[in-house]
């Protein structure tokens, strides 16, 4: 959450910056700005909304900074307004930019009570800049003051400041989100994502938890959390430079949604052979794990619980281990016992999920047998703390609402289950259809998306509606649950997902003309049990959304409206019926005019708790 971009060069950085923050703008836009220092001059621009509006407000050809900082919003505390915006100062001296939340907040503004600093903000972050003023007050350097000042922050923050007295230095401190210098020539940068910078290097310093460095144009310092200066590995980037862009696509979300087919070739590609799983695709010492696991904790939050969910089901009816699935913030703060020989399984598209970071932290210091992140950023946190990890090729991410990181999570973990069932004994048939499914996997969805056209008609009918219920049985009720998280998220219509026996314990109430009921209907073993609940719907006068394998006959009419989703194998449809649902909350969200790719009150990549 909230994007970070900082600059320190010979050239105006000012374009540098808005791109930047244009590229980071998924992480957060209640609010954008920029602070500058040229020629001994500070000076701030902040606007409520996104980054248009801060960049309509900079003068292109009059703003000017060799120097700078600018940052994307998503308010934790104090109100979406101008004054709350970062950058953030003191002593009309001092700018700084801040990432995360520092929960002793009330006590810092408590200690500078008695000192001469105006707060003008209601967050949090203007703690940290007077904070760092008044070290600065009696420390030699920014630097100094900002590795004195960082022993008083509980929380976690990516925070980066400057000092109109030492134009061409930007002192930047980590823990908790991430933060990445890029190295230029004569110019140096910062960002809480590569994304951001890749217009301008590709070359890479991930800085570490509780590191604190002093960027000028031609030197990096790095102290570490002990108090040590260290050099850091210096990494050359594979992302695709473009990845931000939407390749001719109306919304990055839609780019994601038909990207999927090529990403999760990506994702299989060399790891899949037809005698099973590589070796070590989930690490070295992966397959030492696998044999000994008897029990496996999945933990991961929004659509990655979902995975975890699916997942589960695949875990215990395909490889025969036992598996629980938690959301991270509930089991980060709650005791729980640690089966024998038990895996912790992480899932996080951005790898820096706090809640998910934290959980990873206990569970680590809980006696489990080993950690395993699935992920879609390398060198990012979770998989830095993780033992063994699986990296899902997705490619950059940029829409709010996930979708090919969900699918590409879900293959992972179907090569999961062949690499645990390997040691479980999983029989050679089983083994067979599961590689044969996922090979067929990549066109079983390119056919899954020709059903665009029917579904935007669809969403026609159900653009009116304020209510939905989502249903699936089996693997099926996660997809259900997934379905509704996205239409939820983009579309604002409050949805909810239940697994269909579930119906007659109480949501049955709800069921009238104006509470559209969507249904995933794959040919499988619970299909006549599903058809028995669509029945006590129809009954009760509901009107249902039948996503349905042709084989499984089920007949549009006044109250049913089915679209044939191409036939594929049990193992995969759990990704395939994915599709259809993010096609559908996509339309329905087309049609209400909501911000599709960055909707209301959210951002991507949750670095806050
Ligand atoms: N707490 C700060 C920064 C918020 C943030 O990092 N969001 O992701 C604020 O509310 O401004």
Same mark, same amino acid.
């Given at each position: 959450m909230c994007g970070i971009v900082g600059a320190v060069a010979e050239r105006n950085v000012v374009q540098i910056l808005l791109e930047g923050l244009r590229r980071l703008e998924y992480r957060g836009y209640d609010s954008a700005g920029v602070?500058?220092?040229?020629?001994?001059?500070?000076?701030?621009?902040?606007?409520?909304?996104?980054?248009?509006?801060?960049?309509?407000?900079?003068?292109?050809?009059?703003?000017?900074?060799?120097?700078?900082?600018?940052?994307?919003?998503?308010?934790?505390?104090?109100?979406?307004?101008?004054?709350?915006?970062?950058?953030?100062?003191?002593?009309?001296?001092?700018?700084?930019?801040?990432?995360?939340?520092i929960e002793n907040h009330k006590a810092l503004r408590d200690a500078l009570s008695d000192k001469d600093y105006a707060f003008v903000s209601d967050t949090d972050t203007e703690t940290i800049a007077h904070t760092i003023a008044e070290a600065r007050k009696h420390c030699d350097t920014?630097?100094?003051?900002?590795?004195?000042?960082?022993?008083?922050?509980?929380?976690?923050?990516?925070?980066?400041?400057?000092?109109?007295?030492?134009?061409?230095?930007?002192?930047?401190?980590?823990?908790?989100?991430?933060?990445?210098?890029?190295?230029?020539?004569?110019?140096?940068?910062?960002?809480?994502?590569?994304?951001?910078?890749?217009?301008?290097?590709?070359?890479?310093?991930?800085?570490?938890?509780?590191?604190?460095?002093?960027?000028?144009?031609?030197?990096?310092?790095?102290?570490?959390?002990?108090?040590?200066?260290?050099?850091?590995?210096?990494?050359?980037?594979?992302?695709?430079?473009?990845?931000?862009?939407?390749?001719?696509?109306?919304?990055?979300?839609?780019?994601?949604?038909?990207?999927?087919?090529?990403v999760i070739r990506n994702t299989l590609q060399g790891r899949v052979t037809p005698d099973g799983i590589s070796d070590d695709v989930f690490g070295e010492g992966s397959d030492e794990v696998f044999a000994k696991v008897e029990n496996i904790k999945i933990i991961a939050c929004g659509t990655s619980y979902h995975a975890g969910m699916t997942a589960k089901y695949w875990l215990e009816a395909y490889a025969g281990v036992c598996c629980d699935v938690e959301i991270a913030s509930e089991f980060r703060y709650r005791k729980s016992v640690v089966k024998p020989n038990s895996l912790i399984v992480t899932i996080s598209q951005s790898g820096e999920t706090a809640d998910t970071l934290a959980a990873l932290k206990l569970a680590k210091e809980s006696g489990y047998m080993s950690s395993l992140a699935i992920c879609n950023v390398d060198g990012s946190s979770l998989v830095?703390?993780?033992?063994?990890?699986?990296?899902?090729?997705?490619?950059?991410?940029?829409?709010?609402?996930?979708?090919?990181?969900?699918?590409?999570?879900?293959?992972?973990?179907?090569?999961?289950?062949?690499?645990?069932?390997?040691?479980?004994?999983? *029989? =050679?048939?089983?083994? #067979?259809?599961? %590689?044969?499914?996922?090979?067929?996997? !990549?066109?079983?969805? +390119?056919?899954? $998306?020709?059903?665009?056209?029917?579904?935007?008609?669809?969403?026609?009918?159900? *653009? =009116?509606?304020?209510? #939905?219920?989502? %249903?699936?049985?089996?693997?099926?009720? !996660?997809?259900?649950? +997934?379905?509704? $998280?996205k239409l939820k998220e983009i579309s604002y219509i409050h949805a909810e997902a239940y697994a269909s026996g579930e119906l007659k314990h109480g949501p049955l109430a709800l069921i009238d003309a104006e509470m559209p009921v969507i249904v995933v209907a794959p040919n499988n073993e619970l299909l006549e049990k599903l058809k028995s609940n669509v029945e006590e719907v129809r009954a009760?006068?509901?009107?249902?959304?039948?996503?349905?394998?042709?084989?499984?006959?089920?007949?549009?009419?006044?109250?049913?409206?089915?679209?044939?989703?191409?036939?594929?194998?049990?193992?995969?449809?759990?990704?395939?019926?994915?599709?259809?649902?993010?096609?559908?909350?996509?339309?329905?969200?087309?049609i209400k005019g909501t911000d599709v790719d960055q909707p209301r009150n959210l951002a991507k990549s949750v670095t806050v708790e």
């Open positions: 602070a500058l220092l040229n020629n001994g001059e500070l000076s701030i621009t902040r606007r409520v909304g996104k980054v248009k509006a801060l960049s309509d407000a900079l003068d292109d050809e009059s703003s000017l900074g060799t120097t700078g900082i600018a940052h994307t919003r998503w308010a934790t505390h104090g109100g979406v307004t101008e004054v709350n915006a970062h950058p953030h100062t003191s002593s009309e001296r001092f700018a700084l930019v801040h990432n995360g939340i920014l630097l100094e003051s900002v590795l004195q000042s960082v022993k008083s922050f509980h929380g976690a923050y990516g925070t980066v400041i400057i000092d109109k007295e030492d134009p061409n230095t930007m002192v930047v401190a980590r823990s908790g989100s991430p933060l990445v210098i890029g190295l230029g020539i004569g110019e140096n940068f910062i960002a809480s994502d590569q994304m951001a910078l890749l217009p301008v290097t590709r070359r890479f310093i991930f800085l570490e938890e509780g590191d604190v460095a002093e960027i000028t144009r031609t030197t990096v310092k790095i102290i570490d959390a002990s108090g040590e200066k260290v050099e850091r590995e210096v990494v050359e980037s594979s992302v695709e430079h473009d990845a931000g862009d939407k390749a001719g696509y109306r919304h990055y979300m839609l780019k994601e949604i038909y990207e999927q087919p090529a830095r703390e993780s033992s063994l990890s699986f990296m899902t090729r997705a490619g950059a991410e940029i829409g709010v609402a996930s979708t090919k990181a969900f699918t590409t999570q879900l293959a992972g973990f179907l090569m999961l289950v062949l690499a645990i069932g390997k040691h479980k004994g999983m *029989s =050679d048939t089983l083994k #067979s259809s599961i %590689l044969q499914s996922l090979a067929e996997l !990549p066109s079983k969805l +390119e056919e899954t $998306l020709t059903l665009a056209d029917d579904i935007d008609d669809l969403a026609e009918e159900f *653009s =009116d509606k304020h209510h #939905s219920l989502f %249903l699936g049985r089996g693997d099926q009720y !996660p997809i259900a649950m +997934e379905g509704a $998280l009760r006068g509901g009107i249902m959304y039948v996503f349905a394998d042709k084989d499984a006959h089920f007949k549009s009419d006044e109250t049913m409206r089915v679209l044939d989703v191409p036939h594929c194998s049990e193992a995969i449809a759990p990704i395939v019926y994915t599709i259809p649902l993010q096609l559908l909350s996509y339309y329905v969200a087309l």
